[in-house]
């Protein structure tokens, strides 16, 4: 029960990140998405704003949540979702 709890201590909540859409560094280039530019991303139904976080390691054609960060709700794995591009 406590580690549920910690994360909403002041001192840990300080150093969890905010929710981010990973991509593939080639993906990226291709998408014309530079780091921290927040779009808009769909996946399971859900609308989400979020920033991009630039990954040489992932694979192209993935994208990656991060898993336990607070304001981005449960996804059941494998899901489909799509970015929309507003330029």
């Known amino acids: ?41 769909e996946i399971d139904g859900q609308q989400l704003k979020l920033p991009v976080k630039l990954s040489p390691t992932l694979p192209v054609g993935v994208a990656g949540l991060p898993v336990g960060v607070p304001k981005l709700s449960f ?9 929309r591009l507003q330029k």
Do not use: C, H, M
């Open 1 to 41: 029960l406590s580690e549920e709890l910690s994360a909403k201590s002041a001192s840990v909540s300080k150093r969890v990140p905010q929710p981010y859409l990973l991509l593939n560094k080639e993906d990226a280039t291709k998408l014309k998405l530079a780091e921290d530019e927040v779009i808009d991303f």
């Open 75 to 83: 996804v059941e794995l494998p899901a489909w979702g799509g970015i």
